[in-house]
């Protein structure tokens, strides 16, 4: 129960926009067909010692359609991937990357979650992930800490 009133204040800090932060090009998938780049990537402030939220958008230009499998990184015990049905949240195994369209990872939606941090990042320091995908290589992304209440000037 804990947990999650401390999720919910993380998911009030709201949504990343493309000022905040890590974008790039994830690169060619190979034979997916798959065409995948991140952007307005943040991690409000943990306020817990031991969790945090992360926010993120998968571009997919591509003709294919691809699958987040699992996101991984060095500062947690484990990195889950959540959606956001109505009020409910519930952790799931993998959500798709449609063809031509976007996974959106934002306050009051699907989000990762960040459990037993080995240690509480701080505003202005980046945490590197590593998303993997069903048919696409894996790829590190820089994703940029922002305050605790951190609200973007432009969302999803």
Do not use: W
């Not at 987040?68 to 990184?73: D, G, I, K, P």
Request: hydrophobic letters at 40%; a negative charge.
């Amino acid at each position: 129960m804990a947990a999650g009133m401390v999720f919910g204040a993380l998911a009030l800090a709201g949504c990343g926009g493309p000022d905040s932060g890590a974008s790039g090009t994830l690169g060619a998938s190979g034979s997916s067909g798959a065409e995948l780049s991140v952007s307005s990537a943040y991690m409000p402030q943990p306020v817990s010692a031991s969790m945090a939220a992360g926010f993120l958008t998968i571009a997919n230009t591509g003709a294919a359609k691809d699958e987040l499998t699992a996101v991984t990184s060095d500062i947690a015990g484990s990195v889950t991937v959540h959606e956001t049905v109505g009020t409910s949240m519930q952790e799931v195994t993998s959500l798709d990357v449609p063809a031509h369209g976007r996974l959106v990872f934002e306050s009051g939606g699907n989000h990762l979650m960040f459990e037993k941090l080995k240690h509480r990042p701080t505003q202005g320091q980046k945490v590197a992930v590593v998303l993997h995908f069903a048919e696409s290589g894996p790829v590190t992304v820089e994703i940029p800490v922002k305050s605790a209440t951190y609200n973007p000037k432009t969302g999803h």
